[in-house]
């Protein structure tokens, strides 16, 4: 069976917990082909680019399109506006173009997420696929 190819989505800031959501999928058998990192500073605005435009090229291969929307910022199930950009992109290219790819939140966000209606809506209408930890 061939393993599934997954795509981590979320804060940088929180490489701990992406660490953690890495092992955790690996042991499911499937392949991280890519995931938040960490971006110097120093090198932020000449690396940055380069990163998000593989990023969304990694979303279109993917299996599974996981956000580790862990709490940051005192916000529970965080999910900032670039993340947010990433799952909408996930989305249309499942609803657009009809092509398979699952959409699994790590936890439902906190209603101060700005976000949060759209989230619970795409959930609804089954665009975002489950919650692991409501």
């Not at 993340?83 to 790819?101: D, P």
Request: hydrophobic residues 45%.
């Amino acid at each position: 069976m061939k393993k599934k190819k997954i795509i981590i989505a979320g804060s940088a800031k929180l490489q701990e917990e992406i660490k953690e959501w890495i092992v955790y999928w690996k042991g499911k058998g499937c392949t991280v082909i890519d995931f938040p990192h960490s971006i110097s500073k120093k090198t932020f605005n000449k690396t940055y680019p380069g990163v998000h435009k593989r990023f969304y090229a990694d979303i279109l291969k993917a299996d599974v399109f996981f956000i580790a929307n862990g709490k940051k910022n005192g916000i529970a199930g965080y999910i900032g506006p670039e993340t947010f950009a990433e799952i909408a992109f996930a989305v249309i290219r499942k609803i657009s173009n009809k092509q398979r790819i699952k959409i699994v939140l790590a936890r439902m966000p906190a209603k101060k997420v700005a976000s949060y209606q759209e989230i619970e809506r795409w959930l609804r209408l089954g665009w975002i696929d489950e919650v692991l930890h409501k």
